[in-house]
């Protein structure tokens, strides 16, 4: 029997259930995984159950899962094509995938301890002096093009550990200016300084403001978000503040001010656009 499908709400979890159930139901074809209309496909291909090779332009075989693990999060939709693979790479090839949880079990691990993770927002416009790529994935998917760049920025003896060389070389980048994101980037330390605003919380007003936190998160391992998620997140805490009193809604939006020009100073300051305070 033929299995079809089309997923456009996509959690964390949800790409290991859609591939164990290809794998269950023993199918051939592939595995697509959109991540935006401007971003090149993904392409994980089964063969009678069995997850045999994952190509994402030049990132090939077992780092393409990586990636996809790691950027779950920035997942659009996915579907499947039944049918066989007319050609298939041999770099592309994964092997020992014939237990898939392990597999993936070991991803999740490595994906874990990634201590570049950071710094990469795969959904993110990104340049450099000569070039740019409307996201970060663009520049997982054409490695090459910016492989001889990333190379020749020097180490400060501060690279980080990561599953994958690319995210080496450019959290290093990103790090030390080389490489920027076209938005700027908002430490969230300064978060925890807007809820410092409004403390002590009611334990409703907590929950919220957690869940909502968590949402404007790129990935649960992030240390930075974008200067409007910021700003959305301190429209919440200002709305919390002048619901208290007209007074501490005053402070409130006085001290919010000043916290988004520390930001935006902050960031114009560094090249790689991140903001560090």
């Known amino acids: 029997m033929g299995i079809s499908f089309h997923i456009s709400s996509v959690r964390e979890g949800t790409l290991f259930n859609v591939m164990q ?4 139901e023993k199918v051939t074809g592939s595995l ?21 090779c994952a190509e994402f332009g030049d990132l090939l075989g077992e780092a393409v899962l990586d990636l996809l693990l ?9 579907g499947f094509n039944q049918g066989r693979k007319k050609e298939i790479k041999e770099e592309s090839i994964i092997k020992g995938a014939q237990h898939l949880p392990g597999v993936m079990l070991n991803i999740s691990r ?11 927002y795969g959904s993110m416009p990104v340049r450099e002096k000569n070039m740019k790529a409307d996201s970060m994935l663009e520049v997982f998917n054409q490695f090459e ?3 001889p760049f990333l190379a020749a920025v020097p180490s400060d003896g501060d690279d980080k550990e990561a599953p994958l060389h690319h995210c080496v070389l450019l959290h290093r980048a990103l790090r030390t200016g080389n490489l920027s994101y076209e938005a700027p980037l908002v430490s969230l330390k300064l978060l925890r300084e807007l809820i410092g605003i409004v403390q002590p919380l009611s334990e409703t007003e907590a929950k919220n403001l957690k869940g909502y936190m968590r949402s404007l998160l790129p990935h649960p391992k992030a240390t930075h978000i974008t200067m409007e998620r910021f700003q959305a997140f301190a429209g919440a ?5 002048q619901r208290r009193s007209e ?17 935006k100073d902050a960031s114009t300051e560094t090249t790689s656009n991140i903001a560090k305070v």
């Open 32 to 52: 697509i995984v959109r991540f935006g209309p401007a971003i090149p496909e993904v392409v994980i291909y089964f063969e009678s159950g069995i997850l045999t």
């Open 247 to 263: 007074d501490l809604g005053n402070t409130a939006r006085k001290s919010i001010q000043e916290m988004i020009r520390k930001a």
């Open 145 to 147: 093009k910016w492989k």
């Open 70 to 78: 790691c950027q779950e999060f920035a997942i659009k939709e996915m």
């Open 21 to 24: 159930l290809l794998s269950l």
């Open 237 to 241: 805490i200002e709305s919390i503040a």
């Open 110 to 120: 490595d994906i874990d301890h990634c201590e570049a993770r950071s710094l990469v």
